[in-house]
């Protein structure tokens, strides 16, 4: 028996025409309003949408914020919007269908973002919301009588449940701002800036240093190590005791030890900008100032052989005399003119100490954050005690001869080997002499393209033997020297 076929029949009839009226109904209103729009006045057309749109509102339990890619007068770019477009490049990557690819680093690596008029998902403590791009075109100023240009930007749009509104407006905000941020940082192409008159200039960094291949003792490299991690993940700690977020280094020793290639590893390891900071080209005090202003943070500022750059040495003590000239000066102006110019005829630096103590923990080092301060030096005691105390110069380094540890890393980086039967006697051999790093690695250099690593070892071998020979020398020449003194005092008081 089939009597329900028909009623079946009727009612599968009865559904698909409701849908096929439907559809009518929704494609008359869209034509309908399509003719309104042609002609219908600007205004009454502008009234008609922003109250249609508020009724959608009343009815529609979903908020949406839109991030357009330009602010104010479309001069710059949003940073809120280029922070978003960071934080949904993973979103993107699994989710979207349509994607936009870029070359950042140096054309190292690609970042991948979703195209126009595309929709991703994300989730936030459980709460599911939406990311939407588009684009938004306005007309500009007509270049020809027959073609205008158009201009457009993109922006993002976040659609998410009114019942979630303080969640989404404060904590997964800043959450997106702080993680697309963070993103942008380890994408940028890190710079190495110098100053040049009032400003600073930079080239690509692309230092290879890394804590991996410096030679010096294990343990004194971790402790920098875990003090640089700590450092720069203590925001909120540096907030809670009043202190501004920026560390000082002092790194000291005698030439060729590695202290210029520990900063570009601590830039490696932090991936921080350096900002070279050459004080003989900064004109006084205010310049230093201005220069600091415009570092960014997540930088090094270096300022190397701070011995050599400035007369900064025991200027105290020097307090009657410095009096003394600017009497002078006030007598006599063509003295004051005569100071104002250096050996070459340049104008010289007046940049002060006091103006470098303020430089570094003076207000004005309070802006921005996350920054170190490093300075280096082969004659720590010429340095003023004020300059280099704790809570200016927080740790000091001393980067001095290369010992047995500093070696093995040496010869792992150079000839590429952990042990050898000539490591014993080459680490006796650097117990008793003095040879830097930079002196080492030099024997240590392949010579040829066989790169026999017994070869450069014995070359090492000889040079420290030849140095602990001349070592020997100088000191019994020093001790009869010392005898033959003695010998004249004793003479002298005898007479």
């Known amino acids: 028996m089939r009597i329900d076929s028909p009623t079946m029949m009727m009612n599968t009839g009865g559904v698909g025409n409701m849908f096929a009226h439907l559809g009518s109904v929704i494609a008359g209103v869209m034509f309908s309003w399509a003719i309104l729009k042609q002609f219908l006045p600007h205004d009454l057309r502008a009234y008609l949408e922003r109250y249609s749109q508020r009724f959608f509102c009343y009815i529609s339990p979903y908020i949406q914020i839109s991030f357009d890619e330009y602010t104010g007068e479309r001069l710059m770019r949003s940073e809120a919007y280029s922070a978003i477009q960071n934080y949904l490049s993973s979103c993107s990557a699994t989710q979207a269908k349509r994607l936009k690819a870029d070359l950042v680093k140096n054309n190292q690596s690609l970042v991948i973002s979703m195209d126009d008029h595309e929709e991703v998902s994300d989730e936030y403590n459980g709460i599911k919301l939406w990311w939407a791009s588009g684009k938004r075109g306005s007309k500009t100023q007509?270049?020809?009588?027959?073609?205008?240009?158009?201009?457009?930007?993109?922006?993002?749009?976040?659609?998410?449940?009114?019942?979630?509104?303080?969640?989404?407006?404060?904590?997964?905000?800043?959450?997106?701002?702080?993680?697309?941020?963070?993103?942008?940082?380890?994408?940028?192409?890190?710079?190495l800036y110098t100053n040049n008159g009032w400003g600073w200039t930079h080239v690509v960094f692309e230092h290879p240093a890394t804590f991996n291949t410096l030679a010096m003792d294990p343990?004194?490299?971790?402790?920098?190590?875990?003090?640089?991690?700590?450092?720069?993940?203590?925001?909120?700690?540096?907030?809670?005791?009043?202190?501004?977020?920026?560390?000082?280094?002092?790194?000291?020793?005698?030439?060729?030890?590695?202290?210029?290639?520990?900063?570009?590893?601590?830039?490696?390891?932090?991936?921080?900008?350096?900002?070279?900071?050459?004080?003989?080209?900064?004109?006084?005090?205010?310049?230093?100032?201005?220069?600091?202003?415009?570092?960014?943070?997540?930088?090094?500022?270096?300022?190397?052989?701070?011995?050599?750059?400035?007369?900064l040495t025991g200027q105290r003590k020097k307090k009657e005399k410095v009096e003394k000239v600017k009497d002078d000066e006030v007598r006599d102006p063509g003295k004051r003119a005569a100071k104002d110019l250096d050996l070459d005829g340049e104008?010289?630096?007046?940049?002060?100490?006091?103006?470098?103590?303020?430089?570094?923990?003076?207000?004005?080092?309070?802006c921005g954050g996350e920054r170190l301060l490093v300075f280096t030096t082969n004659h720590?005691?010429?340095?003023?005690?004020?300059?280099?105390?704790?809570g200016r110069m927080d740790k000091h380094v001393e980067l001095s001869y290369c010992r047995s540890e500093a070696f093995k890393?040496?010869?792992?980086?150079?000839?590429?080997?952990?042990?050898?039967?000539?490591?014993?006697?080459?680490?006796?051999?650097?117990?008793?002499?003095?040879?830097?790093?930079?002196?080492?690695?030099?024997?240590?250099?392949?010579?040829?393209?066989?790169?026999?690593?017994?070869?450069?070892?014995?070359?090492l071998i000889g040079a420290l033997e030849k140095a602990k020979m001349e070592g020997g020398s100088r000191a019994k020449e020093a001790e009869l020297k010392g005898e033959e003194s003695i010998e004249e005092v004793k003479v002298e008081t005898k007479e």
């Open 142 to 191: 007509t270049v020809s009588f027959h073609t205008s240009v158009v201009d457009e930007s993109g922006y993002y749009k976040l659609t998410f449940h009114r019942t979630h509104r303080d969640l989404m407006l404060g904590p997964y905000l800043s959450h997106v701002l702080k993680q697309g941020n963070e993103i942008r940082f380890q994408n940028r192409q890190r710079k």
């Open 409 to 459: 890393v040496l010869a792992k980086n150079y000839l590429g080997i952990d042990a050898h039967r000539l490591f014993d006697h080459i680490g006796k051999l650097l117990s008793e002499v003095d040879l830097t790093p930079a002196d080492v690695a030099e024997h240590l250099m392949p010579k040829s393209t066989s790169k026999n690593a017994e070869v450069c070892l014995e070359s």
């Open 219 to 311: 343990g004194e490299k971790q402790d920098i190590i875990d003090d640089l991690i700590t450092f720069s993940k203590n925001e909120e700690f540096y907030a809670r005791i009043g202190r501004a977020w920026k560390r000082g280094y002092l790194l000291f020793g005698p030439p060729g030890t590695g202290k210029s290639t520990m900063i570009a590893a601590m830039a490696n390891l932090l991936n921080y900008d350096i900002y070279d900071l050459e004080l003989t080209a900064v004109e006084d005090n205010t310049s230093l100032r201005r220069l600091l202003i415009e570092t960014s943070s997540k930088s090094i500022i270096v300022i190397e052989d701070i011995d050599c750059s400035l007369e």
């Open 380 to 390: 720590i005691e010429k340095l003023d005690p004020a300059l280099i105390r704790v």
């Open 347 to 366: 104008k010289a630096s007046r940049v002060t100490l006091s103006g470098l103590l303020n430089f570094i923990d003076g207000l004005w080092s309070s």
